[in-house]
């Protein structure tokens, strides 16, 4: 059948993305491009709701959720309920491949969902694609305690370590998400033999349209500040709140304008370890005032902020891609970054 369109899998624990950067928009987007381009695209991801699987189609992709129960664990390694987790992700993919046919391509955006697509893999005779979003080798270096991988969430380091070469070794080909991804890994395995390439991210432009015409929402959003910020220029910065996000930086940079006589207003998304030492850091420079910790807010809110920025704000101390610089760019607003690994590619002049 030389017409047949050809079929990809792909393993997401998360699907469509619900919250800001990171893994599942990675999911989503290389997904209904594929759909676009002509593939067949079926997600196999986990439903919250236990004990019940449902399938539905978004944007020309076939999803399919498997009643997990949970969609991110808290556990790393081999615990029980991770385990039963991966084995169900499999199983569904084979039923999958039953009804649909066998995939041409296991695409694996999600790390941690390796299990599950190398097993998919190897029994539907298909070449895996890692899709490598992070280093942990690096990342790692700036933790306190243990990885924070989502909310809520925390990973061992060396778990991590284990997970990252064997996806590495067991994948067909590595496409890294920047240069500066890619010289960072291979210099860990410099006997890494896999085929690789460096494919950079991009945004979803019907979502950034979308949210860049809904001035409704912004006004509602300006109208929830307290009155002195709405007249004050506006600082958006989003991500984890975790050290490698350089927040802490960001608030002392905050307090130094106050004495140029320039006080912005910095609204700051996320969630993470570090928010009760970040609150402690803004009191103590005597900025509480101007800055406001809005939390885990739904994804569509969270670009909402980013598209009301006077200028948005990356401030982090390491970066694989960041989608959440490259959002913001897609707003046209003006970001000021730090000039580190991959943020140096997306943003190569002062321009």
Request: hydrophobic share 45%.
């Given at each position: 059948?030389?017409?047949?369109?050809?079929?990809?899998?792909?393993?997401?624990?998360?699907?469509?993305?619900?919250?800001?950067?990171?893994?599942?928009?990675?999911?989503?987007?290389?997904?209904?491009?594929?759909?676009?381009?002509?593939?067949?695209?079926?997600?196999?991801?986990?439903?919250?709701?236990?004990?019940?699987?449902?399938?539905?189609?978004?944007?020309?992709?076939?999803?399919?959720?498997?009643?997990?129960?949970?969609?991110?664990?808290?556990?790393t390694?081999?615990?029980?309920?991770?385990?039963?987790?991966?084995?169900?992700?499999?199983?569904?993919?084979?039923?999958?491949?039953?009804?649909?046919?066998?995939?041409?391509?296991?695409?694996?955006?999600?790390?941690?969902?390796?299990p599950?697509?190398a097993?998919?893999?190897?029994?539907?005779?298909?070449?895996?694609?890692?899709?490598?979003?992070?280093?942990?080798?690096?990342?790692?270096?700036?933790?306190?305690?243990?990885?924070?991988?989502?909310?809520g969430?925390?990973?061992?380091?060396?778990?991590?370590?284990?997970l990252?070469?064997?996806?590495?070794?067991g994948?067909?080909?590595?496409?890294?998400?920047?240069?500066?991804?890619?010289?960072?890994?291979?210099?860990?395995y410099?006997?890494?033999?896999?085929?690789?390439?460096?494919?950079?991210?991009?945004?979803?432009?019907?979502?950034?349209?979308?949210?860049?015409?809904?001035?409704?929402?912004?006004?509602?959003?300006?109208?929830?500040?307290?009155?002195?910020?709405?007249?004050?220029?506006?600082?958006?910065?989003?991500?984890?709140?975790?050290?490698?996000?350089?927040?802490?930086?960001?608030?002392?940079?905050?307090?130094?304008?106050?004495?140029?006589?320039?006080?912005?207003?910095?609204?700051?998304?996320?969630v993470?370890?570090?928010?009760?030492d970040?609150?402690?850091?803004?009191?103590?420079?005597?900025?509480?005032?101007?800055?406001?910790?809005?939390?885990?807010?739904?994804?569509?809110?969270?670009?909402?902020?980013?598209?009301?920025?006077?200028?948005?704000v990356?401030?982090?101390?390491?970066?694989?891609f960041?989608?959440?610089?490259?959002?913001?760019?897609?707003?046209?607003?003006?970001?000021?970054?730090?000039?580190?690994?991959?943020?140096?590619?997306?943003?190569?002049?002062?321009?």
């Amino acid at each position: 059948m030389k017409n047949a369109r050809p079929r990809v899998f792909v393993f997401s624990r998360e699907y469509p993305p619900t919250v800001i950067g990171g893994t599942s928009t990675v999911a989503r987007n290389l997904s209904v491009g594929l759909a676009a381009e002509g593939w067949q695209v079926a997600v196999i991801t986990t439903n919250p709701r236990a004990g019940q699987d449902e399938r539905e189609e978004i944007s020309g992709v076939v999803v399919h959720r498997t009643g997990t129960g949970v969609v991110y664990d808290e556990n790393t390694g081999l615990a029980s309920a991770m385990m039963r987790g991966h084995r169900m992700l499999h199983r569904a993919a084979a039923r999958l491949a039953g009804e649909l046919g066998r995939p041409a391509v296991v695409a694996l955006p999600d790390l941690f969902c390796y299990p599950e697509a190398a097993l998919s893999a190897r029994s539907l005779r298909a070449p895996m694609i890692n899709i490598l979003l992070q280093d942990f080798r690096t990342l790692t270096r700036y933790d306190r305690d243990t990885h924070h991988v989502a909310s809520g969430v925390s990973a061992d380091a060396g778990h991590l370590f284990a997970l990252e070469e064997k996806s590495l070794r067991g994948s067909a080909h590595v496409a890294f998400i920047s240069q500066a991804l890619a010289d960072a890994v291979i210099s860990h395995y410099p006997d890494l033999d896999t085929g690789r390439s460096v494919i950079h991210l991009g945004v979803d432009a019907t979502e950034i349209a979308s949210i860049a015409a809904a001035g409704d929402e912004r006004a509602r959003l300006r109208a929830s500040l307290p009155a002195v910020a709405r007249s004050r220029p506006l600082l958006v910065a989003c991500g984890r709140l975790v050290p490698v996000k350089g927040f802490a930086a960001l608030l002392r940079a905050v307090a130094a304008l106050g004495s140029q006589g320039v006080t912005p207003y910095l609204v700051l998304v996320g969630v993470g370890p570090e928010e009760p030492d970040l609150r402690r850091l803004a009191a103590g420079l005597g900025i509480a005032g101007q800055v406001a910790l809005v939390g885990d807010i739904p994804r569509r809110t969270a670009l909402t902020w980013m598209s009301m920025a006077t200028a948005a704000v990356v401030p982090s101390l390491w970066e694989s891609f960041c989608y959440v610089c490259a959002e913001m760019m897609a707003f046209g607003r003006p970001v000021v970054a730090t000039t580190v690994d991959s943020l140096n590619e997306l943003m190569p002049t002062e321009e």
